[in-house]
């Protein structure tokens, strides 16, 4: 059973910087694309960032393009979420996800198999 476990969250100013870490227990882990994720309260959940099972291909949403980087390490079965410039806007839980190859977009958390429990992100204004 893959386990995907989350860390790095916590509470930051406005501009600050955190990284968010995702550990997979999962010998299949560099088959799968990886997505960060995140829920604010009263909001449905939303793709921040994928990338790729060989992370040649990252995919953002609008609002983090330029100030969020999604990136891997398959020889550590770990993903990262690097978030500079954080805005209060940005405070949700963030949530790791793993992703079985098939077709479809990248942005549909359906398309997810596997997740984590979620860090919390609080950025203060």
């Known amino acids: 059973q893959v386990q995907l476990v989350e860390s790095g969250g916590g509470l930051v100013q406005a501009g600050g910087s955190l990284r968010l870490s995702c550990a997979a227990s999962d010998w299949s882990f560099d088959t799968k694309a990886m997505g960060w994720f995140r829920q604010a309260p009263g909001k449905e959940r939303e793709l921040v960032a994928a990338i790729t099972w060989n992370g040649d291909s990252t995919y953002y949403t609008d609002g983090v393009k330029g100030r969020f980087t999604i990136s891997r390490d398959n020889a550590k079965n770990m993903v990262y979420l690097r978030m500079n410039g954080l805005k209060p806007e940005d405070t949700a839980l963030y949530y790791c996800?793993?992703?079985?190859?098939?077709?479809?977009?990248?942005?549909?958390?359906?398309?997810?198999?596997?997740w984590g429990q979620g860090t919390q992100v609080t950025v203060s204004s």
């Open positions: 996800a793993a992703r079985s190859p098939r077709g479809g977009t990248y942005y549909n958390p359906r398309e997810y198999d596997y």
